[in-house]
């Protein structure tokens, strides 16, 4: 996704939903790539570290020192561990944010983590995980959003290039393990009341 040297924006989630209002006037309604970078000690890095040291065999911990990236935000580490494409990025960020488990499987994926970390999935439980983010939008220009296959590549591009363990379809970076651990969860979960 670096190779793309395009603009990149980032904002804390914090900031951009401050309270229970999403300040979405921050985010464009245009196509864009983005990346959600988690804390260090967030819920998701707590299973995959866990993970990791229960099933060494299963992970090449070289390719992923090599490819999870990493960033200071402020003061605290935070690590890239999901990319998406969207069509409409500020309907999307609010879909990730707020929307229904069927329409985000970011959410959904947060919520089968919730689950195998043995906590109580509701919506503010995985919104509040969510919070702790920062979020990267990534402006395309040369009118590659107006192809959707392009995009797609884009996406199917930066997961083969990176890791992204919160990323399922098509990431062939993660372990099997890993992958049927969360899809399992996934099926279990019914949308909110």
Not at 48 to 68: A, F, G, T, W
Not at 151 to 173: Q, R, T, V, W
């Amino acid at each position: 996704m670096d190779l793309l040297k395009q603009d990149h924006h980032l904002f804390a989630v914090s900031d951009l939903c401050p309270q229970k209002r999403i300040q979405t006037k921050y985010l464009p309604e245009v196509p864009y790539i983005y990346r959600w970078w988690f804390p260090a000690d967030s819920l998701p890095m707590q299973l995959l570290n866990q993970y990791i040291s229960n099933h060494p065999e299963d992970i090449d911990m070289d390719y992923v020192s090599k490819c999870l990236k990493r960033q200071i935000f402020g003061e605290k580490e935070y690590y890239a561990l999901y990319v998406g494409k969207s069509k409409n990025g500020r309907n999307r960020f609010t879909e990730h944010i707020h929307g229904p488990l069927r329409l985000s499987t970011l959410r959904k994926t947060i919520a089968a983590i919730l689950l195998l970390m043995k906590q109580e999935v509701t919506q503010v439980n995985i919104t509040n995980v969510l919070r702790e983010c920062y979020f990267e939008w990534i402006e395309l220009k040369n009118n590659y959003t107006d192809d959707s296959e392009l995009m797609d590549c884009f996406e199917m591009m930066a997961i083969a290039i990176g890791y992204y363990p919160l990323n399922m379809e098509g990431n062939n970076s993660i372990s099997e393990e890993w992958k049927k651990a969360i899809m399992d969860k996934r099926k279990e979960l019914k949308d909110y009341k």
